[in-house]
């Protein structure tokens, strides 16, 4: 009971730390001798010195000791093993905590020659025997061994030398060097230990036949049996060896030969077979007479009856040659393990079996050999069930993983591409519980809101929102530190859409389209047709594109390439712009909206006072076979002068291009015809008729003269204004330098050319003026050294280039010519007395 338990199971001793009470520590194991030494235990060590630690099914961690191990106390037949353990925090081991624990079992009566195949060493003791002779002999002056044999009087435990058969030579190896190499040799009062690791030098692989007997029924439809004979050759470790020691004034020498099965494991039909010849030559040296005695075997070093191995649905066959056992795999006394191969997650079976033949031969008399044997099945690769519980009205996906093995530990998730750890989950929204069931397995179940970072938002249909939690999960196996990712994807439908809706209104020029966002076009795109509209498409057509994150506002000029014209009257025009919300990845189409407003037709004509004319044709609905670039006026020889898809702009003198006029006592008529032909025909199939009409006034007669009028004065207005500065790449002023442009490099005495723009309100009755301009040396408009380009509105000529203002016309960009102004600079540097400033 608490922390550590042991139990003695014939000469061997088993010793059980709990994993629960050493969780989340790092151990450090000793074994203490006689004296009260502790010697730290090593996988070396271990090997020649009969212990071995491994971990089992519930993740605790065993301590095995044969009786005969080098710190083992021997006291009449009991054997006591002592061990250390030190359980720290740190991987230093420092700040440890020791724990001792003892453990004495009985033995009983020994063999002549026990051999003991573990899974790290081969152990053989043979019985301590002087002939009789030898006993009764007499001698009168005992001989000086330092004389004769000094080398024999140095080694301890009265053992001199082991000599290594091999197939090819003997050599002889004293029992200091046989140490160093990692064998452990020792002696009792009444037996000679010999421990052999399994990857000592002189080991030897050596192929044992076994003739198994095979029964099969004759044919598929009878009963009866016909047998046969499977020759099957099972892989033994082999060490043949013979150790001298001394007794009173002679040396006597034992067979010390060990072998242990390395294979003989078959795995078909879900059944594991397990193989072990009965005749070993290499442990019959000179036996002429063979008889089996027993044949025992268990689980966990248990030795199992022959109605426990039938409940467990387990076969021992004793047959002539060999003994052989049949498992079920995943049958009980054995334990699945999770395994990882290539990344992907499985599982093998494991079953710690052992065997434990007596036989009786004329050379030893009874020899008992027990073969402790770790099975492992193959990788069986495994599902990882993923269910999603939703709990909406907590807005909660409860997403359970698993289930898994005991072996298995959370380590971290990767959300959005960032590795968190499980502690710190909770600070992204995520948590996370552990669930164990009755049969030592166990799931985990995240919690994660609907909103936490990893979780897709993705509108469905009407008021549906698809939730996506996208994560991968990173485990860790134990002991063996693999590692295997789960991906988990889990989909939750949720009636909480809020679609975007939209109201559309009208003023004189423009059309204006607001729509307010819902909760599902974060990631919709507004587009016209098949045109995305970007800001910078927006800025080329001269639309408004504006988003505050809660409204989408969009206005687009009467006049333009993405405005459809459905109907055309002498008393209005019908316009409506279409917009369409796609999704940001697939380009579904998700929402239409749109906006019709009535438009005078005077909007598409202007008179200008000194006879220019200014007339704007729309091409409607269903003429998508007009090409607006082929209208005329009457005189076919006048071509608009600004083409689009939709219209077409004139521009022209009430003088020229056919144009007819009329008088009355009050008025002068102008009128001219917009015409469509078809090629090679003169007969029109599009007309628009316009007409300007200009009053007709009485001359007078009108003296006048200078007078000193007071200054105009400007009354002080309160209101809000939007304008812009923009640099051009032209003097046409037909395309600016972008923001991803900046910072443009100029060559000294190189065009600027400058537009500053009001853009809002849209009132014909404001004109802009400029009073001061300046540059500067850096991004603060204070700093200095500073250059006037305008002074009180007006060039400033004290520099070698006088700045220049541009005319600003009228284009179908420029509807509010008054509302620009456009001037030239030269490129030039600034000085700081007679330094060049380099900026």
């Known amino acids: 009971t608490g922390p550590m338990r042991s139990e003695c199971l014939g000469n061997l001793l088993r010793i059980t730390m709990s994993a629960e009470y050493f969780e989340n520590k790092y151990l450090s194991l000793s074994v203490v001798d006689q004296s009260g030494t502790a010697w730290e235990l ?36 009991v054997f006591t093993v002592t061990i250390q353990i030190k359980a720290s925090p740190t991987p230093d081991i420092s700040n440890a905590t020791t724990h001792l624990k003892s453990a004495s079992c009985h033995y009983g009566l020994w063999s002549p020659r026990e051999l003991i195949c573990g899974s790290n060493y081969m152990e053989v003791s043979v019985r301590r025997e002087v002939p009789q002779t030898i006993k009764e002999f007499v001698q009168d002056e005992p001989e000086d061994w330092t004389l004769v ?55 030897q692989l050596v192929e044992v036949g076994v003739l198994l007997l095979a029964q099969h029924a004759a044919r598929p439809c009878r009963s009866n049996l016909t047998s046969s004979f499977q020759d099957q050759g099972i892989t033994f ?69 022959a109605k426990e191995m039938a409940s467990r649905k387990y076969v021992l066959l004793n047959e002539l040659n060999a003994v052989m056992m049949k498992i079920p795999i995943g049958a009980e006394g054995g334990y699945y393990k999770t395994s990882v191969s290539n990344g992907q997650l499985g599982a093998k079976y494991s079953i710690n079996l052992f065997m434990e ?59 959005e591409g960032v590795a968190v750890a499980v502690p710190e989950a909770v ?109 910078e498409a927006a800025q080329k057509y001269n639309y408004s594109l504006r988003d505050n994150g809660t409204h989408l506002e969009i206005s687009v000029p009467f006049l333009s390439s993405h405005v459809n014209y459905e109907g055309f009257h002498t008393s209005a025009i019908k316009a409506s712009f279409y917009l369409t919300l796609k999704d940001g990845v697939t380009l579904a189409q998700r929402r239409d909206f749109s906006v019709s407003c009535i438009f005078s037709p005077s909007d598409l004509i202007q008179c200008l006072p000194n006879g220019t004319v200014i007339v704007t044709a729309i091409k409607l609905v269903g003429d ?36 007819s006029r009329k008088f009355n006592s009050t008025t002068m008529t102008y009128e001219n015809e917009v015409l469509y032909f078809r090629p090679g025909n003169d007969t029109p199939i599009h007309q628009l008729k316009f007409l300007c009409l200009y009053a007709v006034e009485q001359n007078v007669d009108v003296r006048y003269e200078s007078k000193k009028n007071p200054p105009p004065s400007i009354k002080p207005g309160f209101g809000c204004l939007a304008l812009s500065l923009k640099l051009f790449k032209e003097k046409s002023y037909s395309e600016p330098y972008q923001e991803s442009e900046y910072p443009v490099v100029k060559y000294l005495r190189e065009a600027l050319y ?19 301009c300046w540059a500067t040396n850096s991004q603060s408009q204070d700093s200095l050294p500073q250059w006037h380009i305008l002074i009180h509105g007006c060039e400033n000529n004290k520099g070698s280039y006088r700045t220049v203002f541009h005319k600003v016309n009228y284009s179908l960009r420029v509807k509010f010519p008054q509302h620009l102004k456009r001037f030239e600079v030269r490129m030039f540097a600034f000085f700081q007395g007679t330094s060049l400033l380099q900026e």
């Open 624 to 659: 998508e076979d007009l090409d607006t670039a082929l209208l005329v006026l009457r005189d076919r020889w006048c071509k608009p002068s600004l083409v689009t898809e939709k219209t077409a702009t004139f521009k022209f003198n009430v003088n020229t291009c056919g144009t």
């Open 237 to 305: 470790s082999v060490l043949r060896s013979s150790i001298f020691y001394k007794y009173q004034w002679v040396i006597l020498m034992v067979d010390t030969a060990v072998a242990c099965p390395v294979d003989g494991v078959d795995y078909k039909n879900k059944t594991i077979s397990w193989t072990v010849p009965k005749y070993i030559p290499p442990l019959s040296a000179g036996v002429t007479s063979f008889k089996d005695v027993l044949v025992e075997a268990g689980v966990d070093l248990h030795k199992l009856s």
């Open 427 to 535: 600070q992204h929204g995520y948590l996370i519980h552990r669930a164990r069931y009755a049969n030592g397995s166990k799931a985990y179940i995240m919690q994660v809101p609907l909103d936490a970072p990893g979780v897709k938002k993705e509108y469905m249909r009407e008021d549906m929102r698809a939730y996506t939690l996208n994560v991968t999960l990173t485990f860790v196996t134990h002991p063996s530190s693999e590692t295997f990712v789960i991906p988990v994807i889990a989909l939750s439908a949720v009636k909480d859409a809020v679609l975007p809706s939209a109201r559309g209104f009208c003023d004189g020029r423009n059309l204006h389209l607001i729509i307010n966002h819902g909760n599902v076009d974060q990631n919709w795109l507004p587009f016209i047709s098949d045109l995305h509209l970007t800001p």
């Open 42 to 77: 090593t996988e070396a060590m271990a090997a020649q010195c009969g212990y071995r630690v491994s971990q089992s099914t519930w993740s605790n961690i065993e301590f095995h000791a044969s009786a005969l191990s080098c710190h083992s106390h021997l006291e009449k037949d």
């Open 149 to 203: 044999f000094p080398e024999a009087n140095a080694e301890e435990a009265s053992i001199w030398q082991i000599v290594f058969h091999q197939p090819e030579e003997k050599r002889a190896v004293l029992v200091s060097n046989a140490w160093s190499a990692g064998y452990g040799l020792n002696a009792t009062d009444s037996r000679v230990v010999l421990r052999v690791p399994y990857t000592a030098a002189q080991v």
């Open 357 to 415: 033949h007596q036989w009786e031969d004329n050379k030893w008399g009874l020899t008992k050999h027990t073969i402790i044997k770790e099975i492992e099945t193959p990788f069986e690769q495994a599902e990882v069930a993923i269910t999603n519980n939703l709990n909406l009205s907590a807005r909660l996906m409860n997403v359970t993983v698993g289930t898994f093995l005991p072996d298995v530990e959370l380590v971290n998730l990767t959300i």
């Open 754 to 772: 400058f537009e500053v723009e009001l853009l809002q309100p849209k009132d014909a009755r404001l004109d802009l003026n400029l009073d001061d």
